[in-house]
Structures are given as C-alpha cells and as structure tokens.
C-alpha cells in the first residue's frame, strides 16, 4: 500500500521534470536564437542595459536548473531507490 503511493508521487516527479526540461530547453533554444531582438525590446521597453538584461537571463537559466535538479529530480531518484528498497523486502 505504501509502496503504491511512493510509485504515485515519484511518478509526478518524473513527469514534472521532463515538462520543465522540455520548457527549459525550449526557453534557452529560444533565448539563443533571439538573443538581439529580445535585448533591443528590453532597452526600449524597460531602459536596461543590455549587460544587466544578458547577466538577469543567465541568472534565471541557473535559477530554473538548480530547482529542476535539486527540487524535483533528486527527490524523484531518492523515491526511485526507497520503492527498489521497498520492493526488494515486500520478495524476501
């Protein structure tokens, strides 16, 4: 019974991942090649210097890493080896 909520939430974890890699590899894709436009609509729009707008992008790529690693992918593999655990005492 345990084991079968465990299997639920790491599931969810998985599955949360692979949308926000899916949204992280998009965005960076994006950014690279629409790096000069979104940079002149920034200056204009906002008054940022063009260093300050490139130094808040990379801030927000390792931001959005880091969560997507720390926050939902280790807890995923940790759940991954407490269900093997789990499974592993249910056959002795």
Not at 21 to 49: G, H, R
Request: glycine share 2%; charged share 15%; proline share 2%.
């Amino acid at each position: 019974m345990c084991c079968e909520k465990l299997v639920l939430v790491r599931n969810f974890l998985y599955k949360w991942f692979a949308v926000g890699f899916l949204i992280f590899t998009a965005v960076t894709i994006l950014y690279l090649l629409m790096q000069e436009i979104a940079v002149d609509i920034a200056e204009d729009l906002f008054n940022i210097n063009p260093m300050v707008y490139y130094l808040r992008i990379f801030d927000f790529l390792a931001i959005v890493k880091l969560i997507l690693i720390l926050f939902i992918l280790s807890p995923a593999l940790a759940l991954h080896w407490m269900i093997a655990c789990c499974n592993s005492k249910n056959e002795q």
